[in-house]
């Protein structure tokens, strides 16, 4: 029971996230949710036993990393694909094009 109470613990970050995600619908309020939990849970953690488990360590890397990407392309607008984008109209359509140039 308490290796389930680990796991739980060390992934609290991504449930916040998750959760986060879930409730607002905001991708960046649930990136910074996720990221202040995981700080928080490293600081309780480096409190309580003066050393924090790899879990936790994971976890914060885990979180600073895709936190740090989702933050670098705040322009969420532009991973969005347009029904316009995605039909192959025109003469640029790769469907239309020839396997080999002739």
């Known amino acids: 029971m308490t290796w389930l109470l680990k796991l739980i613990a060390g992934l609290l970050p991504v449930l916040i996230f998750f959760a986060a995600f879930a409730v607002l619908g905001d991708i960046l309020i649930a990136t910074l949710l996720a990221v202040a939990g995981a700080m928080a849970q490293l600081i309780l953690t480096w409190s309580a036993q003066k050393k924090a488990g ?49």
């Not at 885990?62 to 322009?75: E, P, Q, R, S």
């Not at 969420?76 to 396997?99: D, F, I, T, Y």
């Open 54 to 102: 790899v879990l936790v360590w994971v976890s914060l890397a885990v979180v600073l990393a895709l936190g740090g990407a989702t933050f670098a392309g705040t322009d969420v607008n532009s991973l969005k694909l347009s029904p316009a984008k995605v039909s192959c109209e025109g003469p640029h359509c790769v469907c239309r094009m020839p396997l080999l140039p002739i």
